[in-house]
């Protein structure tokens, strides 16, 4: 038998998680295909309880895209899309790192990797971050970019209206 997660004994919510006095089982466990739907959504309800920094289990991430400004010799910019890394705990808030490299021109592409600004609320927990920074540089020269995450997990309703 496998016991429940750690993070059940060790995060400031281990008194607050509802699955917390269950168990995981081994798969021979589950001899029927509705047992193993019961230990998927013990584990998706108990994964839900600890969306915070303090669990192993996945926080929250965000989406970005931006275009860089124009630099290099023949006058041009890249663009670049993807999604930050998980919540990292700063001060009393959280940042996401961000690595990714930018579309090509002229046989050449550049890395934006950075840290984003803290969150910027915009109703309830729902938030976006502030980044800026520039690029590598490569082909002689690098380039400034400028722009916010889109909105964490857009289309589930806020759960904390501030």
Do not use: W
């Not at 808030?93 to 090509?104: C, E, S």
């Not at 309830?124 to 520039?134: D, S």
Request: hydrophobic letters at 25%; one cysteine or more; aromatic letters at 12%.
């Amino acid at each position: 038998m496998y016991k429940r997660p750690k993070d059940c004994d060790t995060c400031d919510y281990k008194d607050k998680c509802d699955y917390k006095d269950q168990d995981y089982y081994k798969e021979e466990d589950y001899k029927e295909k509705d047992d193993h739907k019961k230990k998927d959504d013990h584990k998706k309800k108990h994964d839900h309880k600890h969306k915070h920094p303090d669990c192993s289990t996945q926080t929250h991430v965000h989406e970005f895209a931006g275009s860089t400004q124009l630099a290099g010799k023949i006058l041009h910019n890249h663009r670049f899309a993807g999604v930050t890394s998980e919540m990292i705990p700063y001060e009393d808030t959280h940042v996401h790192a961000i690595l990714v490299n930018t579309d090509f021109f002229f046989n050449h592409f550049h890395e934006v990797g950075i840290r984003t600004g803290p969150p910027i609320f915009i109703e309830g927990e729902k938030h976006v971050h502030y980044v800026e920074g520039e690029t590598t540089i490569n082909f002689k020269h690098d380039h400034d970019f400028e722009f916010t995450t889109f909105i964490q997990d857009p289309l589930t309703p806020d759960p904390i209206k501030k």
